[in-house]
């Protein structure tokens, strides 16, 4: 059982939009930055977006994070079949102090 | 180029133990916090082990406190995730990330990732 909370998986069409949600506690999401991760099949994982809604260099802006309380949400438009993959959300909780990830969702792009 | 290069996994019995090792390059190393997280065979990414950019504080993950130790040589360049009495459940790819920001005080995200090395405990 995770400390964040995602959806095992989502699913939609190429070009379409879709949202993933996380959703923690005050001792973590609440209380620190949120970061979403990016695992390929068979890869390490990439960072996405940090900071709540940063994007690094080299990540398109098809890919936008924001955060609200306890929760946060990564939002991917114009899917591609090559955004396929599991996507995490991950931050610091200050009560276990140690950083914790999201249980995972896998997005199926049809 | 920012690179970590994990080594060190292979199959060991229950109770037993294993070092491993992550190399990094093209930053510098001293000036950043570390982070070990691991990947069981299926599942999902769990964090592991912390440690600031000088050493002084580590943090564990209560799966492994008491059994796995955290350390960094700066002036090898080189995280170390020591691991004993180890169990069927330490069964994972384990990989190395760099914190994000310079000579931060708390961790914030992992901005590089090395490949993994691969533990495996069994009898």
């Known amino acids: 059982q995770s400390v964040l909370t995602q959806p095992p998986s989502v699913s939609a069409a190429p070009g379409q939009k879709v949202t993933i949600s996380c959703s923690g506690s005050?001792?973590?999401?609440?209380?620190?930055?949120v970061s979403w991760y990016q695992q390929l099949p068979g890869t390490a994982p990439k960072l996405l977006i940090y900071d709540n809604d940063n994007r690094p260099s080299g990540i398109p802006d098809r890919f936008s994070g924001s955060k609200s309380g306890t929760s946060a949400t990564l939002g991917i438009t114009g899917l591609q079949t090559g955004d396929e993959a599991d996507y995490y959300c991950?931050?610091?909780?200050?009560?276990?102090?140690?950083?914790?990830f999201g249980g995972g969702t896998n997005l199926i792009v049809l | 180029q920012v690179q970590l290069v994990e080594s060190g996994g292979g199959v060991v019995q229950p109770g037993g133990s294993l070092r491993l090792s992550c190399a990094a390059s093209?930053?510098?190393?001293?000036?950043?916090?570390m982070h070990w997280v691991r990947q069981a065979p299926g599942k999902g990414l769990e964090g592991v082990a912390f440690i600031r950019y000088s050493g002084s504080d580590k943090y564990y993950a209560d799966s492994v406190k008491g059994r796995f130790t955290i350390s960094r040589d700066n002036s090898r360049s080189t995280l170390y995730l020591q691991m004993n009495s180890l169990r069927a459940e330490d069964t994972a790819v384990y990989y190395c990330a760099k914190d994000g920001p310079l000579l931060a005080v708390n961790f914030y995200y992992m901005d590089v990732w090395g490949k993994g090395t691969t533990v495996t405990v069994s009898s």
């Open positions: 005050n001792s973590n999401i609440g209380n620190d930055y």
């Open positions: 991950g931050t610091w909780d200050s009560s276990l102090s140690a950083w914790v």
């Open positions: 093209g930053f510098t190393f001293s000036s950043y916090g």
